[in-house]
């Protein structure tokens, strides 16, 4: 896990090719699918990557964790599926909205469009690794800060992340701000 301090007060952690201690993967829920591409022809670095964000605005703040994995390879277009959570999930108490926010695991189903939404803008600023498919299986929202535009923020980063060959703390923040400031 990698975690970063960027500016205006924004956090993040980034788990490359693992997720957090405790993370609930959904399992048997809804899913929401999308076709996208065409891919790249060239090689994406990780298997799976999460991304967990907290941006402070004045007097309020977003937050959102996503985590994706690409499975397959050398395919034309990628299916992209939005797993989400069936009722309300576990708490998580490790998350970096801390007190200020009650945290649960999963994809509540108002998210699930706004993450297929960010993949595809993903695979038009990144291009899409050239995988079957990529797997959107661990979040975890807040009941005050999540909103649609962090989940479509948290997938552009996520594939951002996933075919980003820099692994260096420093360039991840940098891919970070990039992302952030679109």
Sequence with gaps: MTILLLSKE????VWF???????????GATQFCRRIGPTSDSKYVGRSVTVELFVPLGGRFVYGLLGCEATGENNSTVDVIAQTASGSGLQF???LAGELDFVRW?????????????????????????????????????????TESIFERLSIAAI?????????DDAISNRLEEILSC
């Design 17 to 27: 090719d693992g997720s957090p201690e405790n993370a609930v993967r959904m399992v």
């Design 106 to 146: 999963g994809l509540a189903e108002e998210y699930a469009k706004s993450v297929l939404d960010g993949a595809t803008r993903a695979a038009s600023l990144f291009s899409a690794p050239p995988v079957n498919t990529i797997q959107f299986s661990i979040a975890a929202h807040g009941e005050i800060g999540s």
């Design 10 to 13: 924004r956090r993040a952690r």
């Design 93 to 95: 108490n490790d998350s």
């Design 160 to 168: 951002g992340l996933l075919t980003f060959p820099i692994r260096t």
